[in-house]
């Protein structure tokens, strides 16, 4: 038995839990007094992107983009191809990939590549198309 400083029991605890889901996923204030929610941003704030570090300026800005961009279709590449499709060449790989219904972007990206190279994986692929460096 659990002897611990909370006056609710257990299956109380669940139940209030289950009581406030709703309005907690609902991303409306949960706060009963406004003074206490979070400000919005001021339009002359830094913008920052919550989905990662605030990128380098210049010519780093560059090269972090094209390595995201490169991450990006590795990872897409690796979605739609599974272990199977490997070791392919270029038509193969358009082949199983239109069978997969991708998207145009990907197929377009896919036709780039060398007809005389075979690639054993995403990376290969996007080693191939001399998209950077996904290592």
């Not at 889901?21 to 830094?46: F, I, K, M, W």
């Not at 605030?54 to 191809?81: C, F, N, Q, T």
């Not at 358009?94 to 075979?118: I, K, M, N, R």
């Amino acid at each position: 038995m659990e002897r611990g400083s909370n006056p609710v029991s257990p299956r109380k605890d669940d139940e209030l839990k289950h009581e406030l889901q709703g309005y907690l996923r609902s991303g409306q204030h949960t706060r009963v007094e406004e003074a206490n929610d979070p400000e919005p941003p001021a339009d002359d704030d830094a913008r920052v992107d919550p989905g990662g570090p605030v990128p380098p300026p210049g010519e780093e800005r560059d090269r972090a983009r094209a390595k995201a961009d490169a991450e990006s279709l590795r990872l897409e590449l690796a979605r739609r191809l599974d272990r199977t499709a490997f070791p392919a060449d270029r038509q193969s790989l358009l082949q199983v990939l239109e069978e997969e219904q991708a998207p145009d972007t990907l197929l377009a990206a896919v036709s780039e590549l060398p007809a005389e190279g075979t690639y054993g994986n995403a990376a290969e692929i996007v080693k191939g198309l001399g998209r950077g460096d996904t290592a």
